[in-house]
C-alpha cells in the first residue's frame, strides 16, 4: 500500500514539474521570439529606408531640373509625388509612405524634400509592434562648383555589330555637348573636366603603362624547354632508339601597353600604383607542345585624364573600335582611377582629380556595356561579375555618383549594372541608338545641374 502510494506521488510530482517546465519554456519563448524578431526587422527596415533615401535623392534632381525647365512649384509638387510613389511602388510593396514633403530655398531653383514611412514588422508582432517609421530627406542646389566624370566605355568586339559602336559615338559626343557647351570654353561658368577609358578583355594603358605596372611596354619573355634533338644516342637495327633529349631556350620580344586586374590586397581598392600594388601586365605565353608563342593583346586606345577640351574628348570617341571579350569589372576599376584623387601621381597636373572632401564638388562614373562581364585573369578573386560588385561597392563608398548604361545588354549585363548604379533612377536600358541618346543627354544634365546636398 506505502509503495503503491508513494508511486502514485512520484508520478504526480514529474507530471506537475513537466508542465511547469513546459509552462516556463514557453514564457522565456516569447522574449526570445521578440529580440530576434525586432533584430531582423529593423534590418529589414534599414535596407529600406536606404532604398527610400535613393529615391528621395532622385527625386530633387527630378523636381529642380523641372523647375529649371520652368514648372510651377504647385506642379513640381504633384510631379515629385508622383516620380517618388511610382520608383517606391517598384522598390517594394509593403512600405507606406506619406505624399512628398517639399521647401523651397528663397526664389532659388533648390529644393528640400523629406517623407515619412512605415515598413510593417513580422516577428516584432509578438510584443505588440506592428511597424517601424522613419524619415528621410534630402536636398538639391542648382549648379555644381566643380566636377570629374569618367566615361567608361565598352569596346568589345559585340559592339561591332547592328551599328551600336555607331551609335555609342553619337550618344557620348552629346554628352560632351551637354557636359561643355560651346560657350564653356570663354566662360568657364563651372569646372567641368571629363576623363575616358575603354575596355574589352582588358584596359590599354596606353603612355601610363610604366607609372601602373613598373614595367616597359617593349619586354622579352624567355622560356627554357626539353626539345628533343637529332642527335641520336641509341641505334638499332638500322633505326634510332633514343634521342638526345636537351634544354632548349626560346625567346619573345613584345610591345604592348595592356593590362589585366590587380590581384592582391590592393586588387579592390583605390591605392596608387607601387610596391604590392602595381597593375598587372599582360604577358606572351609558350605552348611547348606546339612550339607557338602567345601575346595577350587588348584594343589600341589608352585612357583620356581629365580635361575640359572638347576637341581632344570627341577624337577619343572617334577612335573607339570593338575588341574581344567583356572584362567589366576593369572598366570598373579605371573608371574610378581616373577621378581618384590617390591616382593624381600617375595623371599630368592639368588632370589631377579633387579631393573627395572639395567643396561644392561632385564625382561620377558612366559606366557603359553591351553584355556580360565574362572576361578575366585572376580566378581566385572570382569572375568578373564577382570582382565588378567589389569594386562598385568601394568606389559608391566614396560617395562617387554612378551611372549605368546597359545597351542592348542581356540580363546578366543589366543586373551588374542595377548593383552598381548609385540607384535605379541612375540606371539606364537603351535598345536603340535614340534611347541611348536620351540616355546620355539625360545623364549630362543631371550631372551638369546639380547635386545632393544631403
Given amino acids: 500500500m506505502k509503495r503503491a502510494v508513494v508511486n502514485f506521488l512520484t508520478i504526480r510530482w514529474r507530471a506537475d514539474t513537466g508542465g511547469n517546465i513546459a509552462i516556463i519554456f514557453a514564457l522565456a519563448l516569447i522574449p526570445i521570439l521578440a529580440i ?49 510613389t511610382a520608383l517606391l511602388k517598384q522598390q517594394s510593396q509593403s512600405l507606406n509612405c506619406t505624399s512628398v514633403a517639399l521647401e523651397y530655398k528663397d526664389d532659388a531653383q533648390d529644393i528640400n524634400a523629406s517623407i515619412f514611412c512605415s515598413q510593417p ?14 524619415r528621410v530627406g534630402s536636398g538639391s542646389t542648382y549648379g555644381i562648383g566643380k566636377v570629374d566624370v569618367a566615361f567608361v566605355f565598352d569596346v568589345s568586339g559585340s559592339m561591332g555589330n547592328s551599328g551600336k559602336m555607331a ?14 557647351p560651346a560657350s564653356y570654353d570663354t566662360a568657364k ?14 584596359v590599354n ?10 614595367k616597359n611596354p617593349t ?8 626539345k628533343d634533338t637529332n642527335i641520336c644516342l641509341r641505334w638499332r637495327n638500322g633505326r634510332c632508339r633514343e634521342y638526345e633529349t636537351v634544354p632548349a631556350e626560346t625567346t619573345k620580344t613584345i610591345t604592348n601597353q595592356c593590362v589585366k586586374e590587380r590581384i592582391g590586397a590592393q586588387a579592390f581598392t583605390d591605392a596608387a600604383p607601387g610596391a604590392n600594388a602595381w597593375l598587372e601586365a599582360a604577358e606572351a605565353t609558350f605552348n611547348e607542345s606546339t612550339e607557338n608563342w602567345r601575346e595577350e593583346t587588348c584594343n589600341s586606345i589608352g585612357p583620356l585624364p581629365l580635361t575640359d ?22 572598366g570598373v576599376a579605371w573608371g574610378w582611377y581616373l577621378i581618384d584623387p590617390k591616382w593624381d601621381g600617375i595623371w599630368p597636373s592639368a588632370s589631377k582629380p579633387l579631393a573627395y572632401d572639395e567643396p561644392d564638388s561632385a564625382k561620377a562614373i558612366i559606366m557603359m556595356t553591351d553584355g556580360e562581364f565574362n572576361s578575366y585573369f585572376s580566378s581566385g578573386q572570382g569572375n568578373s561579375f564577382d570582382q565588378a560588385k567589389k569594386l562598385c561597392d568601394a568606389v559608391k563608398a566614396e560617395n562617387v555618383v554612378v551611372y549605368t548604361v546597359a545597351f542592348q545588354a542581356p540580363q546578366q549585363g543589366q543586373d551588374i549594372l542595377n548593383y552598381c548604379a548609385t540607384s535605379a533612377a541612375h540606371a539606364f536600358k537603351p535598345e536603340n541608338g535614340q534611347q541611348l541618346k536620351d540616355a546620355y543627354t539625360m545623364i549630362a544634365k543631371s550631372i551638369s545641374d546639380l547635386r545632393i546636398t544631403y
Fill in 36 to 84: 530576434a524578431g525586432v533584430a531582423i526587422d529593423t534590418q529589414v527596415t534599414l535596407t529600406q529606408k536606404n532604398k527610400v533615401q535613393a529615391v528621395i535623392d532622385s527625386a530633387v534632381i527630378f523636381g529642380a531640373r523641372a523647375m529649371q525647365d520652368g514648372a510651377s512649384r504647385e506642379d513640381v509638387a504633384k510631379d515629385v509625388d508622383a516620380y517618388v
Fill in 121 to 134: 514588422t513580422t516577428l516584432s508582432n509578438v510584443i505588440g509592434q506592428r511597424k517601424m517609421d522613419f
Fill in 167 to 180: 551609335d555609342l559615338k553619337i550618344a557620348a559626343k552629346d554628352a560632351i555637348d551637354a557636359l561643355l
Fill in 189 to 202: 561658368l563651372d569646372d567641368v573636366r571629363l576623363a575616358m577609358a575603354s575596355y574589352d578583355s582588358m
Fill in 205 to 214: 594603358a596606353g603612355s601610363y603603362f610604366k607609372a601602373v605596372t613598373n
Fill in 219 to 226: 619586354r622579352t619573355y624567355t622560356v627554357t624547354y626539353d
Fill in 309 to 330: 577640351d572638347r576637341t581632344t574628348l570627341k577624337a577619343y570617341v572617334n577612335g573607339l573600335n570593338d575588341f574581344g571579350g567583356t572584362a567589366g569589372h576593369m
